[in-house]
């Protein structure tokens, strides 16, 4: 069992429409991170939220932590076939430096 | 300024053969992690090191060893190599992005073990 539970796990929509990928927990994160990954690649951060009901946005892409820091949610806003690709979350605990990932979210937006 | 090096990007392996999968940085990072990658799995962690000379166990860490040869190399090896141990592998090393902190990741080494 992961430490980290993404849902949902697969996603495919149209263009312009908006979504919503959610990152679980039973357990508190000192902070938690976002990456997106391309295929053959490694994955590139996209946010780290480190307070307890932070809200914070990239361009159309809005992230949140939960306010007991044990998940957070992306929310894309007008979705584009640039966004298509896999999205994890990995928590970090005790500030440790130590990080755990969630299983992912593969998203593809259809032109 | 090349980031996370790993080599080699492929590499097949017949059950029982040995292979070392190495790991280079040139950010001066203090922290250096090996995951691997299997569908619907995520990353999971096999291990880290928090600094030169130092490692740990993640949570993947059987089958496998690690060096911290320096402060940029990091090595992973696997001994006895098993078809479960067919996946992506990846490095990263830990950087500071303001007040919390980045991980750098490799472009992956995709393991085949027959």
């Known amino acids: 069992t992961q430490l980290l539970e993404q849902s949902p796990q697969f996603l495919s929509i149209q263009e312009g429409e908006n979504l919503t990928v959610y990152c679980n927990s039973s357990?508190?994160?000192?902070?938690l991170q976002w990456y997106r990954q391309e295929p053959g690649e490694g994955p590139v951060l996209l946010v780290t939220?480190?307070?307890?009901?932070e809200v914070k946005k990239l361009k159309r892409l809005t992230f949140q932590f939960g306010d007991a820091r044990k998940d957070s949610s992306l929310h894309i806003t007008a979705a584009q076939p640039g966004d298509t690709g896999l999205y994890l979350c990995?928590?970090?605990?005790?500030?440790?430096?130590?990080?755990?990932f969630g299983s992912g979210t593969k998203l593809n937006v259809k032109p | 300024n090349a980031g996370v090096t790993q080599t080699p990007k492929f590499q097949v392996l017949k059950t029982g053969q040995s292979m070392t999968l190495q790991c280079a940085q040139d950010?001066?990072?203090?922290?250096m992690y090996w995951y691997r990658q299997d569908p619907g799995m995520g990353l999971r962690l096999i291990y880290y090191?928090?600094?030169?000379?130092?490692?740990d166990k993640g949570e993947v860490p059987n089958g496998y060893n690690v060096s911290r040869l320096n402060k940029r190399e990091f090595s992973l090896r696997l001994e006895s190599a098993a078809p479960s141990q067919t996946s992506v592998y990846f490095c990263?090393?830990?950087?500071?992005?303001?007040?919390?902190?980045?991980?750098?990741f490799g472009p992956g080494t995709r393991l085949t073990v027959t």
């Open positions: 990263a090393s830990l950087g500071r992005a303001g007040a919390s902190y980045e991980q750098y």
């Open positions: 357990s508190v994160f000192s902070s």
């Open positions: 090191s928090a600094s030169e000379g130092t490692t």
């Open positions: 939220v480190v307070t307890g009901g």
């Open positions: 990995a928590g970090e605990r005790y500030n440790f430096n130590k990080f755990y």
């Open positions: 950010m001066n990072h203090n922290s």
